[in-house]
């Protein structure tokens, strides 16, 4: 074994360190600096693959393998891409093993699977297959933490799909550190990503997440991988989401939704209906508004609630859309919607649990905060999208025909969108109003 020598790595970017510094000298990020020990190289005989050209590759290169899932399909970007690296990260006991074992299951009826673990026992897999009613028979099963040994295994029974739970508790025998440490899970993330590019095996790697919410290691271990995926679950809903961060086989940002039961997580097909509490909607304060996630529209319920305040400070809260844009808005419903907010309390909540990243819901919580206001319900059958700007123009968003096509699915009959997002063919059952001023949207929606 070569000798080992100590340095400090950082866990954002990766950078090397010969003593320890309160911020890293690369990426200027504070306390992420940590002690590890490291290896010093060895010269050995170079050995690898020699050269091809684009001609000479099999022809199926757009092959992918089905997951049982259409919605992790999806996520994925079509399927299960040969020798790709998926990351899947997520809060302990959101169900990380569970949707991996099911997967691995409808897998192992078309390719060998290997799963190998590092924190339960056999006897805990084997629980959790039978509570899930799974035919996993033809699933290969290894408890180890040595990546060695797990790369060895799968090469010996050949498999094509392997599982790695968790990455965390991989060690290989060329670092002397802990089993999770910087050092560590860099080195294992490197063997397996070239074991899998050499040999076109697909690798599924479940890792932890720190307090923040990030897959816990150096940063370089995402930019590493070819899809990272992360679970996300509200305590007080019963669906899962899947939302891809980075996929180099499809495009980022699509989400997956899916409900847990007794039997293991169920895909919805429709995941409009449930961030739609109902179909109708007449109550003050709240509106439908069609967010664009990943390559689909999706219909979300915006709710508004404006209350008296009872302090010096009115309270501004937002929950699954930007707290800084609501700020934003109610200034400019001040100056351009002649409404007085300032010793009003005002909360907005995006129904579900869902996050809404992008600006398109601009307008609607507007409307719904003008409704709840006013005391006013909106039209009934209404939805709305569209960004607003500081001047109070209404701008227009991407994929504008799309969402009111999808709209118009759902059986509604009236949108107030940007003028520009008017398209040319309008749906049928389904009246659009495009605007350009916020007076113009607040006339059109009562």
Same mark, same amino acid.
């Given at each position: 074994?070569?000798?080992?020598?100590?340095?400090?790595?950082?866990?954002?970017?990766?950078?090397?360190?010969?003593?320890?510094?309160?911020?890293?000298?690369?990426?200027?990020?504070?306390?992420?600096?940590?002690?590890?020990?490291?290896?010093?190289?060895?010269?050995?005989?170079?050995?690898?693959?020699?050269?091809?050209?684009?001609?000479?590759?099999?022809?199926?290169?757009?092959?992918?393998?089905?997951?049982?899932?259409?919605?992790?399909?999806?996520?994925?970007?079509?399927?299960?891409?040969?020798?790709?690296?998926?990351?899947?990260?997520?809060?302990? %006991?959101?169900?990380?093993?569970?949707? =991996?074992?099911?997967?691995?299951?409808? #897998?192992?009826?078309?390719?060998?699977?290997?799963?190998?673990?590092?924190?339960?026992?056999?006897?805990?897999?084997?629980?959790?297959?039978?509570?899930?009613?799974?035919?996993?028979?033809?699933?290969?099963?290894?408890?180890?933490?040595? +990546?060695?040994?797990?790369?060895?295994?799968? &090469?010996?029974?050949?498999?094509?799909?392997?599982?790695?739970?968790?990455?965390?508790?991989?060690?290989?025998?060329?670092?002397?550190?802990?089993?999770?440490?910087?050092?560590?899970?860099?080195?294992?993330? %490197?063997?397996?990503?070239?074991?899998?590019?050499?040999?076109?095996?697909?690798?599924?790697?479940?890792?932890?997440?720190?307090?923040?919410?990030?897959?816990?290691?150096?940063?370089?271990?995402?930019?590493?991988?070819?899809?990272? =995926?992360?679970?996300?679950?509200?305590?007080? &809903?019963?669906?899962?989401? +899947?939302?891809?961060?980075?996929?180099?086989?499809?495009?980022?940002?699509?989400?997956?939704?899916?409900?847990?039961?007794?039997?293991?997580?169920?895909?919805?097909?429709?995941?409009?209906?449930?961030?739609?509490?109902?179909?109708?909607?007449?109550? @003050?304060?709240?509106?439908?508004?069609?967010?664009?996630?990943?390559?689909?529209?999706? #219909?979300?319920? +915006?709710?508004? #609630?404006?209350?008296?305040?009872?302090?010096?400070? @009115?309270?501004?809260?937002?929950? %699954?859309?930007?707290?800084?844009?609501?700020?934003?808005?109610?200034?400019?419903?001040?100056?351009?919607?002649?409404?007085?907010?300032?010793?009003?309390?005002?909360?907005?909540?995006?129904?579900?649990?869902?996050? !809404?990243?992008?600006?398109?819901?601009?307008?609607?919580?507007?409307?719904?905060?003008? &409704?709840?206001?006013?005391?006013?319900?909106?039209?009934?059958?209404?939805?709305?999208?569209?960004? !607003?700007?500081?001047?109070?123009?209404?701008?227009?968003?991407?994929?504008?025909?799309?969402? !009111?096509?999808?709209?118009?699915?759902?059986?509604?009959?009236?949108? +107030?969108?940007?003028?520009?997002?008017?398209?040319?063919?309008?749906?049928? %059952?389904?009246?659009?109003?495009?605007?350009?001023?916020? &007076?113009?949207?607040?006339?059109?929606?009562?």
């Amino acid at each position: 074994m070569a000798k080992a020598r100590t340095a400090y790595v950082c866990t954002e970017c990766g950078a090397h360190s010969v003593k320890w510094a309160g911020q890293c000298p690369d990426c200027a990020s504070w306390n992420t600096l940590s002690r590890t020990t490291i290896s010093s190289p060895t010269s050995k005989a170079v050995s690898g693959a020699a050269p091809v050209t684009i001609e000479s590759l099999p022809g199926d290169l757009e092959h992918r393998n089905s997951t049982g899932f259409d919605e992790f399909d999806r996520v994925l970007g079509g399927g299960l891409v040969p020798g790709a690296v998926v990351l899947l990260g997520g809060d302990p %006991g959101v169900g990380k093993s569970t949707l =991996l074992q099911q997967v691995s299951s409808h #897998l192992a009826a078309e390719l060998p699977v290997l799963y190998a673990t590092g924190e339960e026992s056999l006897r805990q897999v084997g629980q959790r297959s039978h509570r899930l009613g799974l035919a996993s028979a033809d699933i290969q099963l290894l408890a180890d933490t040595s +990546i060695e040994n797990i790369l060895q295994q799968a &090469s010996a029974c050949a498999a094509k799909v392997l599982v790695i739970d968790s990455v965390q508790t991989m060690v290989t025998t060329d670092l002397p550190s802990a089993p999770g440490s910087v050092a560590q899970l860099r080195q294992c993330v %490197g063997r397996l990503v070239q074991f899998a590019k050499q040999t076109e095996v697909s690798v599924f790697v479940i890792g932890h997440v720190t307090k923040e919410g990030t897959i816990a290691g150096p940063r370089v271990v995402e930019h590493m991988v070819d899809t990272v =995926l992360y679970v996300e679950n509200d305590l007080s &809903s019963r669906f899962t989401l +899947i939302r891809s961060v980075k996929n180099r086989f499809g495009a980022s940002g699509e989400m997956g939704v899916f409900a847990m039961t007794e039997n293991g997580f169920k895909q919805v097909s429709n995941p409009s209906a449930i961030f739609l509490s109902r179909e109708s909607i007449s109550e @003050p304060g709240s509106i439908v508004s069609v967010a664009w996630e990943g390559s689909r529209a999706l #219909l979300v319920e +915006i709710q508004a #609630l404006v209350a008296d305040g009872n302090g010096s400070y @009115p309270k501004r809260l937002a929950t %699954g859309v930007d707290q800084n844009r609501l700020a934003l808005l109610l200034a400019v419903l001040q100056r351009h919607g002649d409404l007085e907010l300032t010793a009003e309390d005002v909360f907005v909540n995006v129904v579900g649990g869902l996050r !809404i990243s992008e600006t398109a819901v601009d307008l609607p919580a507007l409307l719904a905060i003008v &409704s709840s206001f006013r005391n006013r319900p909106c039209r009934d059958r209404l939805v709305s999208f569209g960004e !607003i700007g500081l001047a109070g123009e209404i701008r227009p968003v991407r994929f504008g025909s799309e969402r !009111i096509l999808a709209a118009a699915k759902q059986g509604f009959t009236h949108a +107030i969108v940007a003028e520009g997002n008017v398209p040319r063919k309008i749906p049928d %059952g389904i009246k659009v109003s495009g605007v350009r001023r916020v &007076s113009e949207a607040l006339d059109a929606a009562f």
